[in-house]
């Protein structure tokens, strides 16, 4: 009975609040992100290892942020989209992110070989 009475309830919050769920679900994501990588930072013995525990920590702010306020994440979003060349700087940045994080790869293989 009291799913019954709850069921509206639930629907009105979900119809509600379901354009800040993706940025909670990639704000999560990146929270745990950051906890593997400072896991592994600091319980293995790395090549660079202060280098990733500062990605794990750079991970883990966005993450609070997207997390605590939604609504920036879709701020940004549409600051991004207003213009081609801010699309192209947010597409650079994320895109050298990646790069980093592969590079940081291979190095890490080859000091370890």
Do not use: Q
């Amino acid at each position: 009975m009291l799913l019954l009475l709850a069921a509206p309830a639930l629907a009105l919050l979900f119809a509600t609040t379901l354009d800040f769920l993706m940025a909670r679900a990639i704000g999560a994501l990146l929270l745990l992100a950051s906890t593997t990588l400072l896991d592994i930072a600091f319980a293995e013995n790395i090549p660079l290892r202060p280098f990733f525990a500062v990605f794990g920590y750079l991970a883990a702010v966005p993450g609070f942020v997207f997390v605590v306020a939604p609504w920036l994440s879709r701020d940004l979003l549409e600051w991004s989209l207003k213009s081609t060349t801010r699309r192209m700087v947010v597409t650079a940045t994320a895109g050298s992110i990646g790069l980093v994080f592969i590079g940081y790869a291979l190095a890490c293989r080859h000091l370890a070989s």
